[in-house]
């Protein structure tokens, strides 16, 4: 379906962690995965008739500035976007997750601008949207191909989706991805979709709190768990497990490492689980390299991102990052060879 791979629908939650939370015990957990199910497909649904209209979100801003607006869908989940509750320029209310939601999305225009030279999602400014309150203790956070949209959470597991500025940065980056190699939803392309979404979006908290590769968590979604012992975040980068025996999401199914890959064809293939694979990799690049993230090898994935295809493999994204590293360091430099280097330790 060329609409599907056009604007994939691209949620924080992997499947496989709503269906666990689906087989919880407690009545409350279970509900809240059983909305969330049907809400996100519903919404998926609706992302297919609604490929054919003309997409908001493409309105380039006034004289290229950043432009956000928040909507509140008030526990509702249609029509999207609900009622403006801020636009560009407006002052905090009280509502903490609008002022997340327009607060995380302005670091995330920041951060493109300034560390890329990128003019927004499209490189012409286009409107940041989101819509924040979506449905009742729904579970997710996703890009819809035109915009953000951010559930409350259920309150047991999981909280509100503004809270962590990584998820922001994760689901704006599906919007860069879409208006650049467009990578496919499925497979090696997919996981490489989910790779780039959470590369762009740590990177972009590192550089948001002033964190050095040593200084930084290297983790996504910390914020929007409720925190307890056996969880740290949704994942992680490094070689450690985000959550472990977790009594409602079970173990970290993350691998680090080709021989551990994932090839059966949930989560479209896996797009979520094999994502830890170039995710490690990306880690071991930023910590070999030292210093910040976003500079050196932030510079090879940006432009990685730019060079890739619809249906890149990771084949290609080895070939595509050693080859840029060669161009902007040199054939044989440190930078040209901590990225070789770093792939051949995850197996690629
Ligand atoms: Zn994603």
């Known amino acids: 379906m060329l609409t599907l791979m056009t604007h994939p629908f691209c949620c924080i939650l992997p499947p496989h962690i709503v269906a666990k939370l689906a087989e919880s015990k407690k009545p409350a957990v279970r509900a809240a995965a059983l909305e969330t199910m049907r809400l996100s497909a519903a919404a998926l649904e609706r992302r297919l008739v609604f490929t054919t209209m003309p997409q908001m979100a493409a309105i380039p801003a006034v004289g290229g ?21 801020r636009a560009e320029g407006k002052k905090a209310g009280r509502d903490v997750a609008v002022n997340e939601a327009y607060d995380y999305s302005g670091l995330t225009h920041d951060f493109y601008l300034k560390v890329f030279k990128r003019n927004s999602l499209d490189a012409r400014g286009m409107t940041l949207i989101s819509s924040v ?4 203790q729904y579970d997710n956070a ?39 190699c467009n990578l496919e939803y499925e497979d090696e392309p997919g996981a490489l979709n989910e790779h780039l979404a959470d590369t762009f979006g740590v990177m972009m908290k590192q550089w948001s709190l002033g964190h050095d590769v040593k200084k930084a968590d290297w983790l996504i979604g910390a914020e929007i768990m409720v925190p307890r012992k056996t969880v740290k975040a949704l994942r992680t980068f490094k070689n ?31 797009v979520h689980i094999n994502s830890g694979i170039p995710n490690h990799a990306f880690y071991l690049v930023a910590t070999a390299l030292g210093g910040n993230s976003w500079e050196k090898a932030g510079a090879i994935w940006y432009r990685t991102m730019l060079a890739l295809t619809i249906d890149s493999q990771f084949a290609d994204m080895v070939k595509t990052t050693s080859m840029i590293a060669g161009k902007l360091y040199g054939a044989a430099s440190l930078e040209q060879q901590a990225v070789d280097a770093a792939w051949k330790q995850v197996g690629l």
């Open 65 to 85: 500035k950043k432009a956000r607006q928040v909507f509140d869908m008030k526990g509702r989940t249609r029509p999207l976007p609900g009622s403006l509750a």
């Open 133 to 136: 309150h979506y449905g009742r």
């Open 142 to 180: 996703f890009w819809n191909g035109e915009q953000m949209v951010y559930g409350d959470g259920d309150g047991q597991l999981f909280v509100r989706f503004t809270k962590s500025r990584d998820v922001v940065g994760h689901e704006l980056t599906h919007g860069v991805v879409s208006n650049t």
């Open 240 to 270: 450690e497990l985000a959550y472990e025996k977790d009594p409602f999401l079970g173990t970290d199914p993350q691998p680090k490492h080709m021989k551990n890959k994932y090839t059966g064809d949930e989560d479209n293939g896996g």
